[in-house]
């Protein structure tokens, strides 16, 4: 059982290039989370989804995408990439509600340059 | 304000010592507390969920104040292993779907 998969684990970027960071979970969970967390910060919501087809935004969506095709994979779609989207990306999935917390991937750790 | 205040440290104490961490949460409403361990570099993993009667999992012991909204982890017997940040969580924040992290109390065990 993987539960949550991230790749790459680690990627450079030249500014204004583009990346999709990929998530997939085998948990079979509805519910999916883009966080992003900079150096001695908390984690900030970029996107989440509860279902297959549904998205919505976070706390800091500007300059990503995500989509919801299939319940095991969440992408994340960076366009244009700027210094400030420096970052490590953690995707997370969870069962319905909150009783149960979070299962986190091990992270991307992206630099722009 | 932030939705999850936490105090950031770092606490230094010596092995066997008895810490405690606190946290505040603005959102009146949140239903679902946890505490979080996250280690240098890594992803955080769930140390435990906090309930309104207070709880207790080995070593550690989590309270909650509703009426303060105000989270407490309380560590015992203090191991060199349980140097790490720890992430108070709460669900909520503007009707989102998800949790909000606090940024971390690092504890730094010291032989």
């Known amino acids: 059982n993987a539960g949550v998969t991230q790749t790459p684990k680690f990627r450079i970027l030249k500014i204004g290039q583009s990346m999709t960071l990929q998530c997939t979970q085998d948990?079979?969970?509805?519910?999916m989370y883009w966080y992003r967390q900079d150096p001695g910060m908390g984690l900030k919501l970029i996107y989440y989804?509860?279902?297959?087809?549904?998205?919505d935004k976070g706390e800091v969506p500007n300059g990503y995408n995500v989509s919801r095709s299939t319940t095991e994979d969440f992408p994340l779609r960076l366009e244009l990439a700027a210094p400030s989207q420096t970052s490590v990306y953690f995707c997370?999935?969870?069962?319905?509600?909150?009783?149960?917390?979070?299962?986190f991937g091990s992270g991307t750790r992206l630099t722009v340059v | 304000r932030k939705e999850v205040e936490q105090d950031p440290g770092p606490f230094n104490v010596p092995e066997g010592a008895t810490v405690a961490f606190n946290c505040t949460y603005s959102n009146s409403a949140s239903q679902s507390f946890f505490w979080y361990r996250q280690d240098c570099r890594k992803e955080p993993k769930l140390l435990m969920s906090?309930?309104?009667s207070g709880n207790e999992d080995g070593r550690f012991t989590a309270q909650l104040n509703r009426a303060s909204q105000y989270i407490s982890l309380l560590i015992r017997d203090s191991k060199l292993s349980d140097s790490a940040t720890y992430l108070c969580v709460v669900n909520g924040g503007t009707g989102r779907r998800a949790l909000t992290f606090g940024s971390g109390t690092r504890l730094q065990v010291q032989p």
């Open positions: 997370a999935s969870s069962p319905p509600g909150f009783d149960y917390g979070y299962t």
């Open positions: 906090v309930y309104s």
């Open positions: 948990m079979n969970h509805n519910y």
């Open positions: 989804s509860v279902g297959a087809g549904i998205t």
